[in-house]
């Protein structure tokens, strides 16, 4: 099935850096998701957005929906331990189905 | 309250068996998502139920593979005759199917097929 291109692959950065992601799509969605992944467990939602060109923060996130509706960034500030895991973007054309990116693994060096 | 969850956890088969994958989705959901997540990749969808009923099995990689719901609540994803293929993570995810309809997903079960 499609994937969304999600990059990059993977980022190794320390403790208080910023992190920035991002997704793009060939065709338009509707809504932009972003997800976060530890071992072993299921995706939790982090933020959605509903509107293109829409910026959304929850907490030390920050995510915008592109204005052509085939992307999406994700960024992260003053990184710390427990935001190691992988984050997955994820599109939605109508309202059901989720179009998942590769996903970025998001490693904190000591 | 409870989140979405799934049985059983990790679960090793031989090939050419069939297997069993169990959903309970969060009460009060109505639309019900299988996805499908290989070593190291995104997510991929398989099958979706409104009520009882599937609009879109457009995922379902070949006809090994069988979904249903009963009572709009449990669902069970059927493998038939498993490949050593089959083998990944398979995720349910429930939404109340109004509203902003977001998924939340269980912490999936593990098949490994040897």
């Known amino acids: 099935g499609q994937q969304l291109n999600q990059s990059p692959q993977s980022m190794f950065i320390q403790e208080g850096e910023d992190v920035s992601m991002n997704c793009t799509s060939s065709?338009?969605?509707?809504?932009w998701l972003w997800y976060k992944q530890d071992p072993g467990e299921g995706p939790v939602l982090l933020i959605a957005?509903?509107?293109?060109?829409e910026l959304t923060s929850n907490g030390r996130l920050t995510a915008q929906f592109g204005i052509t509706r085939k992307d999406s960034f994700l960024n992260i500030s003053a990184s710390i331990p427990s935001d190691v895991g992988i984050y997955f973007c994820?599109?939605?054309?109508?309202?059901?189905?989720?179009?998942f990116g590769t996903g970025t693994r998001l490693t904190i060096i000591p | 309250g409870a989140g979405v969850s799934q049985s059983p956890s990790n679960k090793v088969t031989e090939k050419g068996k069939d297997v069993e994958l169990r959903c309970d989705p969060i009460s009060g959901h109505t639309a019900l998502y299988w996805y499908r997540q290989s070593l190291g990749q995104g997510l991929e969808f398989l099958i979706y139920f409104q009520g009882n009923s599937a609009p879109d099995k457009s995922g379902l990689p070949s006809d090994r593979f069988s979904a249903e719901r009963t009572g709009g609540s449990v669902s069970t994803l059927t493998i038939q005759r498993t490949q050593q293929e089959d083998s990944a993570v398979y995720l349910c995810?429930?939404?109340?199917?109004?509203?902003?309809?977001?998924?939340?997903f269980g912490p999936g079960t593990r098949l490994t097929v040897t």
């Open positions: 994820a599109g939605r054309f109508g309202n059901e189905k989720l179009t």
């Open positions: 065709s338009i969605f509707n809504t």
């Open positions: 995810a429930s939404s109340s199917g109004t509203g902003t309809r977001e998924q939340y």
């Open positions: 957005l509903y509107k293109a060109g």
